[in-house]
């Protein structure tokens, strides 16, 4: 039996580089898509009761300092307390596992 031990060595500007690349960030961009679809289909609605609108959902990517980041918001003033009553956000984060 042999074993073979290779060396990796990483280069910070390189890892910056790839972690802000446009790849990742199209990654990034479909997993929050899949999430804000996931919440969207749950259908709640918001401003009245019956709520009138549906409640809107935003998605944003940008690559920052070191890396690419992508976010979900529930762009409504009362998407905290929508967020707080349902757990929409929080339950609907497994969507990106398959996206």
């Known amino acids: ?10 280069k910070r500007r390189g890892m910056r580089e ?8 199209a ?9 804000a679809e996931q919440v969207e ?17 935003r998605v944003v990517v940008t690559a920052g300092e070191g890396r690419a980041r992508a976010t979900v918001t529930l ?5 905290l307390a929508v967020e707080a009553k349902h757990g929409i956000l929080t339950s609907s ?6 996206a």
């Open 75 to 79: 762009n409504h003033p009362s998407g």
């Open 1 to 10: 039996m042999s074993i073979k031990v290779t060396r990796v060595k990483l």
């Open 18 to 25: 790839l972690l802000r690349s446009e790849g990742v960030q």
């Open 41 to 57: 289909a749950a259908g709640i609605r918001v401003d009245g009761v019956p709520g009138r609108i549906a409640l809107p959902v």
């Open 93 to 98: 984060i497994d969507a990106a596992r398959d």
């Open 27 to 35: 990654m990034l961009g479909r997993k929050a898509e899949a999430v």
